[in-house]
T-cell receptor
Framework: DADVTQTPRNRITKTGKRIMLECSQT?????MYWYRQDPGLGLRLIYY???????NKGEISDGYSVSRQAQAKFSLSLESAIPNQTALYFC???????????????FGPGTRLTVL | GEDVEQSLFLSVREGDSSVINCTYT??????LYWYKQEPGAGLQLLTY?????DMKQDQRLTVLLNKKDKHLSLRIADTQTGDSAIYFC????????????FGKGTKLSVIP
């Protein structure tokens, strides 16, 4: 969905480096999420934010931090990257709609991160 | 925690129907979703069903929900090569819940 963009799309880095993944959305949604996808494991929630002042840990937040710089921007940081953080990372957004409440999450195209 | 299970692979011939199955454990699920992920892309919502419904049809897609058995299925009629993708089942619990619990995904391969 072009309304949710992620940068970079691909990144290769070394163990111990600090990495930031960025997400921007033009959907006007207040809720944003970061997931990681590993082959055969589905998607797991890392962090989520209901608005600029509300940040919450998800299922697998250890080793990650986030920043909600504005309603439209939500970045994910790996303070000191390690090889088992090699994965596909997705940002998602959701917003209140008349008939669906917050039911639908819209996903960005993903960032493929490789930690050597 | 809650769990959502899917078979990992499904292979069908073009023109046949595909049925992707999903089971979940959370008895308080309110909404259940099917997402499609094409190669190199993010997840796209295909359809969803509210837990008080048994069936939902949308063009070639039919979703069946058996709440008693906690079983959800997605049927794709007249499967095309463009339907080749990974399909994720997901569930959301409770009216105020924020979190989706995803299955591991079923990779659908369509043979021409």
């Amino acid at each position: 969905d072009a309304d949710v963009t992620q940068t970079p799309r691909n990144r290769i880095t070394k163990t111990g480096k600090r990495i930031m993944l960025e997400c921007s959305q033009t959907k006007g949604h207040d809720r944003m999420y970061w997931y990681r996808q590993d082959p055969g494991l589905g998607l797991r929630l890392i962090y989520y934010s209901f608005d600029v002042k509300d940040i919450n840990k998800g299922e697998i937040s250890d080793g990650y931090s986030v920043s909600r710089q504005a309603q439209a921007k939500f970045s994910l940081s790996l303070e000191s990257a390690i090889p088992n953080q090699t994965a596909l990372y997705f940002c998602a957004t959701s917003g209140r709609s008349r008939d669906r409440a917050y039911n639908e999450q819209f996903f960005g195209p993903g960032t493929r991160l490789t930690v050597l | 925690g809650e769990d959502v299970e899917q078979s990992l692979f499904l292979s069908v011939r073009e023109g046949d129907s595909s049925v992707i199955n999903c089971t979940y454990t959370d008895s308080s699920s309110t909404y259940l979703y099917w997402y499609k992920q094409e190669p190199g892309a993010g997840l796209q919502l295909l359809t969803y069903i509210f837990s008080n419904m048994d069936m939902k049809q949308d063009q070639r897609l039919t979703v069946l929900l058996n709440k008693k058995d906690k079983h959800l299925s997605l049927r794709i009629a007249d499967t095309q090569t463009g339907d080749s993708a990974i399909y994720f089942c997901a569930e959301k619990s409770g009216a105020g819940s924020y979190q989706l619990t995803f299955g591991k995904g079923t990779k659908l391969s369509v043979i021409p």
